[in-house]
T-cell receptor, first 111, second 111 residues
Framework: DGGITQSPKYLFRKEGQNVTLSCEQN?????MYWYRQDPGQGLRLIYY???????QKGDIAEGYSVSREKKESFPLTVTSAQKNPTAFYLC??????????FGDGTRLSIL | RKEVEQDPGPFNVPEGATVAFNCTYSNSASQSFFWYRQDCRKEPKLLMS???SGNEDGRFTAQLNRASQYISLLIRDSKLSDSATYLC????????????FGQGTELSVKP
């Protein structure tokens, strides 16, 4: 089955620690995106990538980093510089300007 | 003015009711429009794209009014399973596949 897989489903971060969220897709989509959703709020774009080895900052990139070494994979690192990392993180992919399809998300909390 | 603004909700309706959600967008050059559905603590899922001529999918009808920069979603014969948050989504003009998500309108269908 084609789709987007995010892991882990739940993640806990200690103070000063970097953590990496995985996102893999087998839909052969060129574009991939990372969003953050806080309770009762809409999705905010963190980073996006339109093609392998290229990515751009979204609206709230500070404290986050990404890489796009393979078409299928777009991992997100939440660094210790992100002071309020507790949120629901969603990865999505799309063909060109078409609708985006989402993974089932990772919930990150601070220990 | 927000780039995408939705009815604040929540909407509480009985089973079988017809309910309409409204959404306005600020950039008249926007070209792609979508409605997504998000269940509690889950990822958003594409409900339908919105086309200029309006489109229908079973009990769901989407309309676009470019002159008023307004999108609507009509749900007829509401089911309990329609209970969710509905997200209005618009493309970011001249920014590739990037999308702007509204904050969502919550629908609760009661027996």
């Amino acid at each position: 089955d084609g789709g987007i897989t995010q892991s882990p489903k739940y993640l806990f971060r200690k103070e000063g620690q970097n953590v990496t969220l995985s996102c893999e897709q087998n839909l052969n989509h060129d574009a991939m995106y990372w969003y953050r959703q806080d309770p009762g709020q809409g999705l905010r774009l963190i980073y996006y990538s339109q093609i392998v080895n290229d990515f751009q900052k979204g609206d709230i990139a500070e404290g986050y980093s990404v890489s796009r070494e393979k078409k299928e994979s777009f991992p997100l690192t939440v660094t210790s510089a992100q002071k309020n990392p507790t949120a629901f993180y969603l990865c999505a992919s799309s063909i060109d300007w078409g609708p985006q399809h989402f993974g089932d998300g990772t919930r990150l909390s601070i220990l | 003015r927000k780039e995408v603004e939705q009815d604040p909700g929540p909407f509480n309706v009985p089973e079988g009711a017809t309910v309409a959600f409204n959404c306005t967008y600020s950039n008249s050059a926007s070209q792609s429009f979508f409605w997504y559905r998000q269940d509690c603590r889950k990822e958003p899922k594409l409900l339908m794209s919105v086309y200029s001529s309006g489109n229908e999918d079973g009990r769901f009808t989407a309309q676009l009014n470019r002159a008023s920069q307004y999108i609507s979603l009509l749900i007829r014969d509401s089911k309990l399973s329609d209970s969710a948050t509905y997200l209005c989504v618009v493309n970011r003009v001249n920014q590739g596949g990037k999308l702007i998500f509204g904050q969502g309108t919550e629908l609760s269908v009661k027996p």
